[in-house]
């Protein structure tokens, strides 16, 4: 055996441990191209106003975090079994790398509907989904490049693990010298391991989270390309995601912020009240809200609700408080906002909770809500339980009465087509004793992007964008239901809330930057005409829709909501808060928006003269290139916002999200 075999001999073990490392990175590499490329629209930007080195450096950092953890068992196996183990050693890496590229690509598609990276919250959400074999087969159908690369990329993980693990397979070292290899490869890899995993060596740096994908990148939408989802996944299993920040004292805090609204006085209006939830009907499809765009050509996609629109109080921005369909329902019916993870998927969900329903409720009227698909659904009917409402009716309810027409009107994914279901909730409700509040989810407008068969002619797919077909049929239907509705004699005695769950995929680039992803439209229409109509110039958020209602309704109780009466509170008080993907809280008020990372500002900018986010006026010092009297007003907003996930953190850890 010549000096140079057995110094392969000895090294054999630690050059399998390398080369199979090297091998994980470089598939975390090729799943990161193929989740920009699959999404290049919401990243067009990234590499103009970011640095590459920095890019490669985060990307780098929870690349190896990740293969650190995802390749310890198989270090390990290396270096505790026999030669004979090693096919088996292969199975194992091959199947352990092949599911983190899986669970990337499969992020790649997801990633349009969330913009986030998928956390442990994904198995909670769809726990009561009984057609994700079905949805997982269009998607698999949809994207078969995605799935052809994933299968040759997984093929030659295979390959390439087997040559690897052949390296120094006729070792004739003397045992104690095979042992001393392996043991010194042990020795070496793991300090290397735990470092990172961790993001660093010295005792100093905290295990990074997600959050920290925000310091490599300007925007925190970009984030995600610095993130991979094993890790995403990894490192929030069993995570207690609500803890108090103590940034005030108590005494102080009550002076800063209370989400707590006291009764209003004077005689209670009994009206009814409608909360359309209209699924993914962003903002930006709607002409009235964007007649700026395109030279002010923008017509939009829905032209009832343009109609709808200059009949209806509007406001001139307006926001959904996350990017989620469960994220929508907690913010809507009970103003509560989505920190970090959903509300209802944590254990604060547990947590005694009101809502409108349950509020109104107090006051004798009566509550149901609606949603067309399979009973159950993403966790919508236990929330609207918990929340006060007394009745749920879905596609089982639909399907019972026979003045419509069944699972024929099922759309084979994943509930009731929009048009009959919106006409099954217009005639119950004529059912319903007044006073009444109901509220309704529909789901035509959301992936797979299809309408019913009769209407395939009628609205096409008429540019890049799959969505626009379906946000016609729901404004279609929506129309139709409103023809009904007026014709009913509860029509005049009612207040109509519209709004969406959140947005959809953005043609316009305003609609694509950080605030933009959140730009869902909000209405209030009272047909009577008691309400005040037209446009408020000030900022709106789905939490404001309780206090608003409820404060028109004179409610006489004091209760919960992060938001604010929009009729009774000044223009340049209102404003809107949610939660990036990334980690970061979203402020917006007055002239700016608001960035931070939960311990400090990480971007402001000037929202209203910035609309594409492009100047962040927070140098790198920490000091804001304002006046001083603009100085002071973020300083101000800085404060609020601290007090309002205070409030929040406080109120979900102690179960005091209703007046007792």
Not at 49 to 57: F, V, Y
Not at 187 to 209: E, H, K, S
Not at 389 to 402: A, S
Request: one cysteine or more.
């Amino acid at each position: 055996m010549t000096s140079n075999q057995k110094a392969m001999s000895l090294l054999s073990c630690a050059v399998r441990v390398f080369l199979h490392l090297l091998l994980s990175y470089a598939v975390f590499f090729f799943a990161r191209v193929a989740y920009f490329l699959e999404n290049k629209d919401v990243f067009t930007d990234v590499f103009s106003h970011n640095s590459p080195w920095r890019l490669l450096e985060g990307s780098l950092m929870f690349d190896t975090s990740a293969v650190m953890y995802t390749n310890a068992l198989v270090v390990l196996l290396i270096v505790l079994l026999p030669r004979k183990w090693d096919k088996a050693v292969s199975i194992v890496y091959t199947l352990i790398t092949g599911l983190a590229l899986t669970m990337n690509l499969g992020d790649a598609v997801y990633f349009q509907y969330t913009g986030k990276r998928t956390t442990m919250s994904v198995f909670n959400e769809f726990a009561n989904e009984s057609n994700l074999l079905q949805i997982l087969g269009a998607e698999t159908l949809r994207h078969w490049y995605l799935f052809l690369l994933a299968f040759l990329v997984f093929y030659a993980v295979w390959r390439l693990s087997r040559r690897i693990m052949g390296i120094g397979k006729h070792s004739l070292l003397p045992r104690w010298a095979e042992i001393s290899s392996r043991a010194l490869t042990l020795l070496v890899f793991v300090p290397f391991c735990i470092a990172g995993m961790r993001g660093g060596w010295t005792t100093a740096v905290r295990p990074i989270t997600v959050s920290n994908a925000n310091q490599y990148v300007r925007r925190p939408a970009e984030a995600v390309l610095i993130l991979n989802t094993p890790f995403s996944m990894i490192r929030t299993v069993g995570k207690n995601v609500f803890h108090d920040p103590r940034y005030f004292s108590d005494e102080e805090l009550a002076t800063i912020y209370s989400p707590v609204h006291e009764p209003v006085k004077g005689e209670m209006r009994r009206k009814n009240v409608v909360v359309l939830i209209v699924e993914s009907f962003g903002r930006e499809y709607i002409g009235a809200y964007n007649d700026h765009l395109d030279g002010g050509k923008y017509k939009g996609y829905a032209p009832f609700m343009d109609s709808l629109y200059k009949e209806s109080l509007s406001f001139d921005y307006t926001f959904a408080n996350g990017r989620q369909s469960i994220d929508g329902m907690p913010s809507i019916l009970s103003g509560i906002p989505r920190f970090i993870e959903p509300f209802f998927l944590t254990p604060a969900s547990m947590n005694d909770v009101s809502g409108i329903a349950g509020e109104l409720g107090k006051k004798g009227y009566y509550s149901a809500f609606f949603h067309g698909a399979e009973n159950g659904s993403m966790g919508f009917e236990a929330f609207a339980k918990a929340t006060g409402y007394k009745d749920y009716y879905g596609r089982t309810e639909f399907g019972r009465d026979p003045r419509f027409g069944g699972e024929r009107e099922y759309d084979g994914t994943w509930a009731i087509w929009d048009e009959p279901f919106l006409q099954f909730y217009a005639m119950k409700m004529t059912e319903f004793c007044e006073p009444f509040v109901t509220s309704v989810f529909t789901a035509s407008s959301h992936h797979p992007y299809v309408v019913p068969e009769k209407y395939k002619e009628v609205y096409k797919d008429e540019d890049e964008n799959p969505i626009h077909k379906c946000i016609r049929y729901t404004d279609m239907a929506l129309r139709k239901f409103f023809e009904t509705a007026r014709k009913q004699p509860w029509y005049k005695n009612t207040i109509f809330v519209f709004t969406s769950d959140h947005t959809n995929i953005a043609d316009h680039p305003e609609y694509r930057t950080d605030l933009g992803l959140f730009g869902a439209p909000l209405l209030f229409f009272d047909p009577s005409g008691e309400m005040p109509r037209g446009r408020m110039h000030c900022i709106a958020q789905q939490t404001d829709i309780l206090p608003t209602i409820l404060g028109w309704l004179r409610y006489p109780e004091p209760y919960i909501a992060w938001g604010v009466d929009l009729l009774n509170t000044p223009a340049e008080e209102t404003w809107a808060v949610n939660h990036t993907g990334s980690g970061l809280y979203q402020f917006v008020k007055g002239d700016y928006l608001l960035q931070f990372d939960g311990n400090s500002l990480h971007a402001v900018y000037n929202f209203r003269k910035d609309t594409l986010l492009r100047r962040n006026l927070l140098k790198g010092d920490g000091t804001l290139a304002l006046p001083a009297t603009e100085r002071e007003k973020i300083m101000a907003d800085e404060r609020q916002l601290k007090a309002v996930i205070q409030t929040y953190m406080q109120r979900m850890v102690n179960d005091k999200l209703i007046i007792k």
